[in-house]
């Protein structure tokens, strides 16, 4: 129950395009769901986090969708560029718990 | 404002020792997470301390253990060594815990042999 599966495990978008990547979780308790992105040889940064109560949110280029009912969420990166080419990780957490992680998606952006 | 630092970087150690790594939160974050990274398994939490306090623990063995100080740095230490344990140890701070944005270190690459 404590899992986050998250797909594809690999990516290769054509810059200018869109990537998406989805995630679900089973754990109803879980209320906050954020997405890392990490470069080689760095620590994963927080790229874009939503709450259960909306839909979706915007950051720029990126945009989470929230399917609470289907317990899926997903991140789109509009007009992916050869520098969003990392590793992505949707996570979720509740309150007091911690944060389980998907298993990663490596993103490729070719020019 | 200075990010998350641990240490040592590198790390190589055989079978059977134990090792302690190190982590320095952000000023005046509570919290501290740690996971350990590998292409196997992804990130996995290892556990949380918020104000000295272990506060959440994931599912790995007993040889995983930690603590933290007053001052929020946070050590963690694996003893009896095993070749699985090869992995990036990543620290996490925050504010409040896994509710809130964690910020992650550069992480420490321990190499078992």
């Known amino acids: 129950q404590q899992q986050v599966k998250q797909s594809p495990q690999s990516l290769i978008v054509q810059k200018g395009g869109i990537s998406i990547i989805n995630c679900a979780y089973e754990n109803t308790a879980f209320d906050y769901f954020p997405w890392y992105q990490q470069f080689p040889g760095k620590g994963p940064a927080l790229l874009i986090a939503i709450r259960p109560d909306v839909s979706e949110k915007k950051e720029g280029r990126f945009t989470i969708s929230f399917n609470k009912s289907a317990k899926q969420f997903s991140l789109h990166i509009m007009d992916s560029q050869p520098g969003d080419s990392a590793t992505y990780f949707c996570?979720?957490?509740?309150?007091?718990?911690?944060?389980?992680f998907g298993q990663g998606t490596e993103l490729s952006v070719k020019p | 404002k200075a990010g998350v630092t641990q240490t040592p970087r590198y790390l190589i150690k055989t079978r059977g020792q134990q090792v302690t790594l190190s982590c320095s939160p952000i000023?005046?974050?509570?919290?501290v997470s740690w996971y350990q990274q590998t292409p196997g398994q992804g990130l996995q939490f290892l556990f949380e301390?918020?104000?000295?306090?272990?506060?959440n623990k994931g599912n790995f063995p007993g040889r995983f253990s930690g603590r933290q100080f007053s001052n929020s740095r946070s050590e963690m230490n694996v003893s009896t060594l095993e070749l699985g344990d090869s992995a990036l140890y990543l620290c996490a701070s925050s504010l409040l815990g896994a509710y809130n944005e964690q910020f992650f270190g550069p992480g420490t690459r321990l190499t078992v042999l």
């Open positions: 996570a979720a957490s509740n309150q007091g718990g911690k944060l389980i």
């Open positions: 301390y918020f104000s000295e306090t272990q506060r």
């Open positions: 000023s005046g974050h509570r919290s």
